[in-house]
């Protein structure tokens, strides 16, 4: 069983501004899926502040092995409904935050929600 909450202005907008200015220098490759949406690993030391209160929210520790990635939807894709495999004897937990919300359309959900 999986759940969620909605964090509402967990992004300052400071940090908005600060990722939507990294990530025009990216390079993007083709998500797993193969739906269209495109993702690029943010390295160690990139927003370090932020992937330590991510962290926290999810009461997840620094020391757990973790990743972080940036993703984008260009029109017309999307992740499908799936099951993110996690290895042996670990747990898979996920922060999803709005970057930059499209002019129209790209309505952001989870579990068809």
């Known amino acids: 069983m999986y759940s969620y909450n909605v964090l509402l202005n967990f992004l300052s907008l400071d940090e908005q501004l600060q990722l939507q200015k990294y990530i025009e220098e990216l390079v993007w490759e083709d998500g797993r899926q193969g739906t ?6 943010v390295p160690e030391g990139k ?3 932020l992937k330590k209160r ?3 929210m999810l009461s997840a520790s620094a020391k757990n092995k ?7 939807y260009p ?3 999307f992740i499908p409904p799936h099951l993110d495999d996690a290895p042996f004897e670990t747990e898979h937990w996920r922060l999803n935050a709005v970057i930059q919300s499209p002019d129209m359309g790209g309505i952001f959900g989870i579990e068809a929600r």
Do not use: N, Q, T
């Open 54 to 56: 991510s962290l926290e």
């Open 66 to 72: 973790h990743d972080c990635y940036v993703i984008r």
């Open 75 to 77: 029109v017309g894709s």
């Open 47 to 49: 927003f370090d502040k």
């Open 36 to 41: 269209g949406y495109l993702k690029a690993a």
